[in-house]
């Protein structure tokens, strides 16, 4: 099947979802989920609370299984029996850990459980997990006095070792540190450019804005955008955005008289006492611009008061939580 924005494809697809269906008693979680990820891609999930993201994760990781629908994973149909398909890690809910061993240890015991856990590259894969996720220097603590995000990288540094083809991570960024989401980010982008796909679910936008190509948007259990980053922001067409002059009088009256603008505030705003906060498409944004150079008055910032993604975001999920 051909890549719709040209990328060669290199074999079947990471994940191919269709009309999947869960429901737990009268709650539907997933109604008719449709998603493909391509291999070597990193795939954002986003939605509101209880959208039907972990149970669908689960799915993936073999956790549970479909009520309904056909699931491919890796090209290899998804039976009935709980198991976590080939070539899949990741954990949802935080990673299963023993925190009566130290992070060394809990990657050797994980090891042992795949009948690797004596050998000498082992342990030369523990010391490489460990570094990658940046926990060398806590190897031997431990996991008891571990906090949150230090259990995340733990637990990325489990699925590490399996060296999967597919990796399934339910708010990888929890409690992370910058320096945690430096590594953590890193990781990720090392193992997609070495063909694993990567599938993540966020409630944080600017990771998701860091880290994916495409993102699928569920909002009670259905799928309500999924595609490239780009088409996303292309979609939601009005923007508001704050603008920093030179002349604040100037600039309101300018914005106020140009069509498709509307002011959504001005003057001593959280972002500054000389901040316009205006309302508008990119062609009415447009046009302020050349006025405003035209009248010889400054643009010193000119920005997005939420990014795109969340802009979109919040545009889609709201109007679903709405409808209901
Ligand atoms: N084991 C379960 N038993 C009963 N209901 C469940 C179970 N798991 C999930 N649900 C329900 O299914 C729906 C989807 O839940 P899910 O945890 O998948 O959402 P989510 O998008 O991951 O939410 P959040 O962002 O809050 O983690 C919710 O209404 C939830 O209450």
Do not use: W
Request: aromatic share 2%; net charge negative; hydrophobic share 45%.
């Amino acid at each position: 099947m051909g890549g719709s924005d040209g990328r060669q494809d290199d074999g079947p697809l990471a994940i191919r979802a269709r009309g999947i269906t869960k429901c737990f008693g009268d709650v539907v979680a997933l109604d008719g989920i449709d998603l493909d990820v391509t291999r070597g891609q990193i795939h954002g999930l986003a939605g509101p609370n209880g959208a039907g993201k972990t149970t669908l994760l689960g799915l993936l990781l073999g956790l549970s299984v479909a009520d309904g629908g056909s699931l491919e994973i890796l090209g290899a149909p998804v039976g009935r029996a709980l198991a976590a398909p080939d070539g899949v890690a990741g954990f949802v809910d935080g990673p299963g850990l023993y925190p009566s061993l130290t992070a060394r240890r809990n990657l050797g015991a994980l090891a042992g459980l795949r009948g690797r856990g004596r050998s000498a590259a082992a342990g030369a894969d523990i010391d490489d997990a460990l570094d990658q996720v940046g926990l060398t220097e806590v190897a031997d603590d431990k996991v008891r006095g571990f906090s949150l995000g230090m259990r995340q990288r733990l637990g990325l540094a489990a699925a590490l070792l399996t060296r999967p083809r597919l990796l399934v991570l339910d708010e990888p960024s929890n409690g992370l540190d910058p320096a945690g989401t430096r590594h953590v980010r890193g990781v990720l982008e090392r193992l997609a450019a070495s063909g694993t796909a990567v599938v993540l679910s966020s409630h944080r936008m600017d990771d998701l804005e860091a880290l994916c190509e495409e993102v699928t948007i569920v909002a009670t259990g259905r799928v309500v955008f999924s595609g490239p980053l780009a088409k996303l922001a292309a979609e939601n067409r009005e923007l508001d955005y704050r603008l920093l002059t030179s002349d604040a009088c100037a600039a309101r009256e300018l914005a106020g008289g140009t069509d498709g603008i509307s002011v959504v505030s001005s003057g001593a705003t959280r972002y500054g006492a000389d901040s316009l906060v205006v309302r508008a498409p990119v062609a009415a944004l447009d046009s302020l611009v050349s006025r405003l150079v035209g009248a010889g008055v400054a643009l010193r910032e000119l920005a997005p008061v939420v990014s795109p993604l969340e802009a979109a975001f919040l545009a889609l999920t709201e109007h679903k939580e709405d409808a209901r």
